[in-house]
């Protein structure tokens, strides 16, 4: 079965520091890949995704991630955090041309930033 | 634009009690999924629909049942509250009709934030 695991659960930054948040899957198969991120009280929102291609995929508000498939990695990055990223950040991936397009999500990591 | 609109946004319940969570969604998504979110272990799949008429268990199913009547909506019921079921609710939908179209992400409403005393 597939799984999808985040080690960090908490990350404490300062404002300008640099972000990497881990992100690992267990499918050996074609997998599509996801990054939502969920501010205090609200819902869950997509910050990107890789389908195929170029393996560097930029999100929305400077996030990045990259696909590494010899290491069943999707690593999410950020060159310098503000205040505003605080949030809980969430890994998914989901087999393509499956049944259900289901998406499995790892536990979150969460990330505070001091101003 | 609602997009996915999840009621009631918080609700109180006894052991026993019985409820249901509605959601509607006004994309014209196929696909509609039920989440339970709880502390350290991110986002939990209890039940989906891949279609009017049409449900299906996911990781978490026991306790909880599900209809689709009609395409938009999406309902959660759980028959006998337990403390255990205690949670913040998720939907989501998406759009796929297979193929390569299942790699179409999910968009959540707002949650459903339900305690059981």
């Known amino acids: 079965a597939q799984s999808v695991s985040q080690h960090n659960h908490h990350v404490i930054l300062s404002e300008a520091a640099s972000l990497e948040l881990g992100c690992n899957y267990s499918?050996?198969?074609?997998?599509?890949l996801f990054w939502y991120v969920q501010y205090p009280g609200q819902h869950l929102q997509l910050l990107l995704k890789?389908?195929?291609?170029?393996?560097l995929v930029k999100g929305i508000k400077g996030f990045e991630a990259e696909f590494i498939k010899s290491k069943f990695s999707f690593n999410l990055r950020k060159p310098s955090v503000q205040w505003s990223d605080t949030a809980e950040y969430f890994c998914?991936?989901?087999?393509?041309?499956?049944?259900?397009?289901?998406?499995?999500f790892g536990s979150g990591t969460r990330l505070s930033i001091r101003p | 634009n609602a997009g996915v609109t999840q009621t009631p946004k918080f609700r109180v319940l006894k052991t026993g009690q019985s409820m249901t969570l509605l959601c509607a969604q006004d994309?014209?998504?196929?696909?509609m999924y039920w989440y339970r979110q709880d502390p350290g272990m991110g986002l939990r799949l209890i039940h989906y629909?891949?279609?009017?008429?049409?449900?299906a268990k996911g990781e978490v199913p026991d306790g909880y049942n599900v209809s689709r009547l009609k395409k938009q909506n999406f309902l959660l019921g759980l028959e006998s509250a337990a403390p255990s079921q205690t949670s913040v609710y998720f939907c989501?939908?998406?759009?796929?009709?297979?193929?390569?179209?299942?790699?179409?992400?999910?968009?959540f409403g707002d949650g459903t934030r339900l305690s059981i005393l």
């Open positions: 994309m014209n998504h196929e696909y």
């Open positions: 629909s891949v279609g009017e008429g049409t449900t």
């Open positions: 499918y050996g198969g074609t997998v599509n």
């Open positions: 890789y389908f195929s291609g170029d393996p």
């Open positions: 998914a991936v989901n087999q393509p041309y499956s049944s259900a397009s289901k998406i499995i």
């Open positions: 989501a939908s998406s759009y796929s009709r297979g193929g390569s179209e299942s790699n179409q992400p999910q968009h």
